[in-house]
């Protein structure tokens, strides 16, 4: 599957698509028929022994309704894992050719470092992960001071 066919099924319902849709829509039919089988069953006789079977045939209902809910999430969980590599893929390529040149002058020209208050990590004002914040600015030793640790995107 392309990333535009990815794209195109998954624009109304987000990150799943309509056959996702379908496949947890029939495994949960599924259980309720089996669910209803096994309520009819065990409503004609009262005795031990012939509860047994329905009693097994609701679990496997419950099995069911279970294996839908586990695809669903799955798939789910797989294609939200795709689009994280994708942006990660794309930071990197970007930071692979316009930071880089951008970087090398920063470190000869400026030792302004920025970290937000009660953040574990310090940064350069140019860095990605800093962009568009108002973060107070310091020098290195007093970021070191506060215990914070040099962000491993920019590398101060």
């Known amino acids: 599957m392309t990333s535009v066919e990815t794209q195109e099924t998954s624009d109304y319902w987000g ?3 309509q056959r996702d849709a379908l496949r947890c829509g029939m495994l949960f039919a599924v259980a309720v028929v089996l669910l209803i ?6 409503s004609e006789d009262a005795t031990l022994r012939q509860e047994i079977g329905p009693a097994n045939l609701s679990v496997v209902a419950l099995i069911v309704a279970g294996g839908g809910l586990a695809s669903w999430f799955l798939v789910g969980r797989r294609k939200i894992r795709q689009y ?3 942006l990660f893929s794309e930071v990197g390529a970007k930071k692979a050719t316009s ?11 400026s030792d302004q470092l920025v970290a937000g ?6 940064h350069r004002s140019d860095c990605l992960m800093a962009a568009n914040r108002d973060w107070a600015s ?4 007093e970021h070191e ?7 491993g995107v920019c590398r101060p």
């Open 138 to 141: 310091g020098s290195r030793s």
């Open 84 to 86: 994280r590599q994708s």
């Open 117 to 122: 208050d009660g953040l574990s990590h310090f």
């Open 145 to 151: 001071r506060a215990q914070r640790t040099p962000c």
């Open 99 to 109: 930071v880089t040149l951008q970087v090398l002058p920063a470190l000869a020209s």
């Open 15 to 17: 990150i799943w698509s």
């Open 37 to 42: 089988m096994s309520w009819y069953l065990s």
